[in-house]
């Protein structure tokens, strides 16, 4: 087994699957049986999800809305995406635990590195929600905080595509894909791996960064018994 303890970031996007927007109850479903696939094999796993197929804080403003309102939007966005998660995690018998970056019990317990530590050790699978609590960040920044304090082996992204790219392999197709990468590469190169803080973060806490295709389902399999399906990033 390649890594011990993880935090995954899902898109938010993703969980729209075929439909466009809100939650795709099979994407959903295959997310769950994924990690019900891992948590199986006794990896401690915390989850960050984002919000993009409900809302966004940053289009949000661009429309007209206060910033901080609308990145609360957007945190609330991802307390909704947990509390799915969650649902499909119980359907097929994983124990897990929501906890939230603002105080709204009993829609989850209010988020404490040691509780998370904790819960994850006695084998229920973490799901932190409301981004960092605070408007301005987003949930990669979020993801990268969490994962810092867990204490994780690695930061898993699961996205749309196989990897980090030279370009946008959707809008480029000359874009050439990176097996491993340094994450001053990713800053110099100005790639979209994640936002600027969330890359620094990794960066200074040597929290490497392993980007794949959360989309194909057993992937996360494949990441875990070390296969090379996506890119590294790494010190």
């Known amino acids: 087994m390649r890594f011990k303890r993880i935090l995954l970031k899902l898109s938010g996007e993703s969980l729209m699957g075929k439909q466009g927007y809100g939650i795709d ?57 947990s509390l799915a998660i969650s649902s499909a995690l119980d359907a097929v018998g994983v124990k897990n635990k929501v906890l939230t970056a ?10 404490s590195k040691w509780r998370a530590i904790e819960a994850m050790e006695q084998g229920y699978v973490c799901i932190f929600s409301a981004g960092t609590g605070s408007p301005y960040f987003t949930t990669d920044t979020g993801s990268s905080l969490r994962g810092v304090e867990i204490e994780a082996d690695v930061m898993l ?54 980007v794949f295709n959360m989309d194909i389902v057993g992937n996360l399999r494949k990441v875990m018994e070390g296969e090379d399906i996506g890119t590294l990033v790494h010190p």
């Not at 769950?32 to 403003?61: C, P, T, W, Y």
């Open 25 to 81: 109850p099979e994407r959903l479903g295959d997310y769950a049986r994924q990690i019900k696939d891992v948590h199986d094999m006794g990896v401690e796993i915390g989850i960050v999800i984002g919000g993009g197929n409900i809302f966004r804080g940053l289009s949000g403003a661009q429309k007209g809305f206060d910033r901080v309102k609308g990145d609360q939007m957007g945190m609330m966005a991802t307390v909704i995406n």
């Open 102 to 111: 603002i105080r709204m019990e009993p829609v989850g317990e209010f988020y």
């Open 157 to 210: 992204k699961g996205t749309r595509v196989d990897g980090v790219y030279t370009a946008d392999p959707e809008k480029d197709p000359t874009a050439t894909k990176f097996h491993d990468i340094t994450y001053q590469e990713v800053l110099n190169r100005g790639l979209k791996v994640m936002d600027l803080s969330a890359v620094c973060m990794c960066q200074d806490n040597n929290l490497p960064i392993y």
